[in-house]
């Protein structure tokens, strides 16, 4: 009796053993529900979505929307009056209406930097590595003095002739400099920039300075674009925008547009960029 008391006891052990296996493998791999793989990816973080909106934006935060309107638009929103067909009769602007809009706006010009001071640039040529050099010289010479007299009386006026070679070569670098700057702002003033304009159905060549927003221009191979336009007729036109834009090939520029990037629209040329070939009209 004690035998098999023994061996339904064993059995019952075995039984829990291996319901107790069952339950742990139950609980330890994951359920193969087929519909687990097909459940939806986590969403993308909103800061990841804006970032990449971000980085296709590039370029074209410019403030300039005349590239997607109409030719028509750009008159009436800048009162000015053309001919699509034969753009060499436009009307363009009055003589009244330039004049007001000059000056309403001001001369065509950037504002130049704030010019540094005589004692400014005097400062900055004393700063020079030479110049410090024959200073500190001079400075270490009066300090040995200092230390010993008698020994280094010899030396009493070196430390002097060195710190007033430094200000004297200081004073000439400053000559020389300001010496350039007037021969080329007389130079940049005898030759002023030009710009042919259509105003009254008149074609004039009138200083770059004296464009004003609304004008009619007549681009040429050869001219510097005085300011940001819309062309709207030409001929062969291909501008240099590598001063702008890094392209190193000229670009062609001319009606219609399909771009939205102003900087890569086809009707628009830009201040500073240089006409290469061809001719065109457009508006300032």
């Not at 742990?24 to 087929?34: C, I, V």
């Not at 640039?121 to 020079?128: A, N, R, V």
């Not at 400075?139 to 007299?149: E, K, S």
């Not at 060549?205 to 336009?229: E, H, N, T």
């Amino acid at each position: 009796m004690s035998e098999e008391k023994a061996q339904i006891r064993e059995s019952s052990d075995v039984q829990r053993t291996i319901a107790f296996s069952s339950t742990a493998n139950l609980r330890t791999f994951p359920s193969r529900d087929p519909r687990a793989s097909t459940a939806e990816p986590p969403p993308v973080a909103e800061g990841k979505e804006k970032a990449g909106a971000n980085d296709d934006d590039t370029g074209k935060n410019v403030d300039i929307t005349e590239h997607l309107m109409s030719l028509e638009q750009v008159c009436n929103k800048y009162s000015v009056q053309v001919s699509e067909a034969r753009p060499q009769d436009s009307f363009g602007l009055s003589a009244e209406q330039a004049a007001r809009v000059l000056a309403e706006n001001g001369p065509n010009t950037l504002t130049p930097p704030k010019k540094k001071s005589a004692l400014q640039k005097y400062l900055i040529c004393l700063s020079s590595l030479f110049n410090l050099m024959l200073i500190a010289s001079g400075i270490l010479v009066y300090i040995v003095l200092a230390i010993d007299y008698k020994d280094n009386k010899a030396n009493v006026y070196m430390g002097a002739i060195l710190i007033g070679v430094a200000f004297l070569n200081a004073a000439i670098e400053w000559y020389q400099q300001r010496k350039s700057e007037n021969t080329l702002a007389a130079l940049l003033q005898m030759i002023p920039p030009k710009t042919h304009v259509i105003r009254e159905r008149k074609l004039e060549s009138i200083q770059s300075a004296d464009v004003v927003v609304g004008d009619v221009l007549f681009l040429r191979m050869g001219d510097k674009i005085p300011a940001d336009c819309y062309v709207f007729a030409g001929t062969d036109l291909k501008v240099d925008n590598s001063s702008l834009t890094g392209e190193s090939e000229p670009q062609e520029r001319g009606a219609g547009n399909t771009q939205r990037n102003p900087l890569e629209a086809t009707n628009m040329a830009f201040n500073g960029t240089l006409a290469v070939s061809g001719n065109a009209y457009a508006i300032v």
